[in-house]
T-cell receptor, first 114, second 110 residues
Framework: DAGVTQSPTHLIKTRGQQVTLRCSPK?????VSWYQQALGQGPHFIFQ???????QRGNFPDRFSGHQFPNYSSELNVNALLLGDSALYLC?????????????FGNGTRLTVT | GENVEQHPSTLSVQEGDSAVIKCTYS??????FPWYKQELGKRPQLIID?????GEKKDQRIAVTLNKTAKHFSLHITETQPEDSAVYFC?????????FGAGTTVTVRA
């Protein structure tokens, strides 16, 4: 049983560029959340997707957008990259939209903006 | 929004001793409190969680306690082993998102 898988594992972009990160949830999970983890900090909630819609959003600008596909996989898009966007981006999945079931994380995508 | 504070930021213990990490939260509506362990370069892994209708939960060498009145919860690791060395994060949630603490780097000395 595959867990949460993310691609790519590492990415280097230039300031002002756009990036797309991908996530496949754990088998049986239908809800995907994205978190940003800066070096030495805990993860910060970006948004959550359920039934192909963004349901909840954290304190992130509109440059951060996403999508969920019918097979529950998800993408995170970041436009007009800033140096401060350099971080580990974690995808997490669970069954259902509330915290009645535990959240499982992927290994993340390490984004470096130069 | 929810604010979670975690202490200490670093913790060094002798193998076999106990480790305790403490967290406080601000939102009295929070009702779910998981703990994650993150080894270097790896994903955060859920090690134990507790819900607000329970005061204490134990799983082998790991236990978590919750004091809703004081809005704080703690992780206890007994008989620490070298493989317990990692960064530990507490989190709090009242529905859809987790608010994480800043993490505690635990080092178990052999």
């Amino acid at each position: 049983d595959a867990g949460v898988t993310q691609s790519p594992t590492h990415l280097i972009k230039t300031r002002g560029q756009q990036v797309t990160l991908r996530c496949s949830p754990k088998s049986g999970h239908d809800t995907v959340s994205w978190y940003q983890q800066a070096l030495g900090q805990g993860p910060h909630f970006i948004f959550q997707y359920y039934e192909e819609e963004e349901r909840q959003r954290g304190n992130f600008p509109d440059r951060f957008s996403g999508h969920q596909f019918p097979n529950y996989s998800s993408e995170l898009n970041v436009n007009a990259l800033l140096l401060g966007d350099s971080a580990l981006y974690l995808c997490a999945s669970r069954w259902g939209s509330s915290y009645n079931s535990p959240l499982h994380f992927g290994n993340g995508t390490r984004l470096t903006v130069t | 929004g929810e604010n979670v504070e975690q202490h200490p930021s670093t913790l060094s213990v002798q193998e076999g001793d106990s480790a305790v990490i403490k967290c406080t939260y601000s939102d009295s509506a929070s009702n779910y409190f998981p703990w994650y362990k993150q080894e270097l370069g790896k994903r955060p892994q859920l090690i134990i969680d507790i819900r607000s209708n329970v005061g204490e939960k134990k799983d082998q060498r790991i236990a978590v306690t919750l004091n809703k009145t004081a809005k704080h919860f703690s992780l206890h690791i007994t008989e620490t082993q070298p493989e317990d060395s990692a960064v530990y994060f507490c989190a709090a949630s009242n529905d859809y998102k987790l608010s994480f603490g800043a993490g505690t780097t635990v080092t178990v000395r052999a």
